[in-house]
């Protein structure tokens, strides 16, 4: 179980035990960033619970664990915000890719939104026992997205639990659920992902360089999915900025450097500029790093890694000033968020 969810230890850890001991409350609420592994945990206990393989569940291989991959088991439902205008066959489609994509943030043109009918067809097969399954699961993703009438829908279903069935639901914005509803729930926190879990799972996964993966790691806030868009829509132009900025730096031409913030600023929104700042910082502590590491050799540059950019800043700038650009810059940071 949880072969393929990256991060998350002690989630991983608590839900293995409570399915294999038949222990789990009636409704989770799971929340936490996005790109974190809420669904992908959300689907992985989903299939546990209904599968039919001897061990090591969920099996994947067994009818049932087949059906849930391709959306189609009775038992579980799947609910996700839609856009009012979007046809059952782009839902059905949508759903399916997040199954086998649990990372990936599902997109719809418009406002997505869940409504109240959705949840009234929740509660009408619901009050069923389980078709083939040994266990109701209704995962509601992006709970947040309910309507109010649908909230006090589900806050019904919640009250007056159907026997075996499961609820899980996912948030984001946890400020946004109502408290009746999340009052109901055990609430189960998904941190960020770590640094490292990201770059390992892009170099993994997606075969790219370990330096690429380093700044995409740092600039994706702990999410897998915005790792991902990172990696999709490429980090090119803001590693060319970043390089840039530095170049301009050495410079030490006002004028000029004023000139290039100034464009940084107005043709990019300001988290684009966030992002540069962080690839910056990024080679900013490398340097540091290395100059603290290789201070008592003498020559400093054949053992600085290969990255031209920090091979620069390390050579070019004293201690000091490397530590003033770092702190200045998280300083720029803290203002932006
Ligand atoms: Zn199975």
């Known amino acids: 179980m949880f072969e393929d969810i990256i991060g998350q230890k002690s989630i991983k850890k608590f839900f ?6 038949n222990r789990l409350s009636q409704a989770y609420l799971f929340y936490g960033p996005e790109g974190t592994g809420k669904e992908a945990v959300a689907f992985e206990i989903a299939k546990s619970l209904n599968c039919k393989g001897e061990d090591n569940k969920p099996c994947n291989q067994c009818i049932s664990c087949i059906k849930v991959n391709k959306m189609e088991h009775p038992d579980v439902d799947y609910i996700i915000p839609v856009f009012s205008k979007s046809s059952d066959e782009e839902i059905y489609l949508k759903k399916r890719e997040k199954i086998q994509n649990p990372y990936k943030k599902v997109m719809f043109k418009g406002n997505t939104s869940i409504s109240i009918d959705t949840i009234r067809n929740l509660k009408n097969s619901s009050i069923f026992k389980p078709f083939e399954g ?8 992006k709970a947040e997205k ?29 400020g946004l659920i109502i408290p009746t509803v999340k009052s109901r729930c055990t609430g189960i926190k998904f941190p960020p992902l770590s640094k490292e879990e990201i770059r390992d799972t892009l170099v993994k996964n997606f075969k790219i360089s370990e330096q690429e993966a380093e700044i995409i790691s740092n600039i994706s806030g702990g999410s897998l999915s915005k790792a991902s868009e990172y990696l999709q829509e490429g980090i090119e132009e803001k590693k060319e900025f970043a390089e840039k900025l530095i170049e301009i730096i050495f410079l030490k031409n006002s004028k000029i450097y004023l000139d290039f913030a100034e464009e940084l600023v107005n043709k990019r929104n300001l988290e684009f500029v966030k992002d540069v700042l962080t690839i910056i910082n990024l080679w900013v502590r490398d340097a540091i790093y290395y100059k603290i590491n290789n201070a008592s050799k003498s020559d400093i540059k054949s053992e600085i890694n290969d990255n031209a950019n920090v091979n620069q800043l390390a050579v070019s700038l004293p201690y000091e000033h490397l530590e003033l650009i770092n702190s200045e810059i998280e300083k720029s940071i803290d203002l932006i968020d």
């Open 134 to 141: 040994k266990k109701r699961v209704a995962i509601i993703s």
């Open 16 to 21: 293995k035990t409570a399915v294999k001991n």
């Open 146 to 174: 309910m309507t109010l009438e649908a909230a006090n829908s589900v806050l019904k279903l919640l009250e007056e639990p159907p026997k075996d069935l499961l609820f899980i639901l996912t948030a984001t914005d946890l």
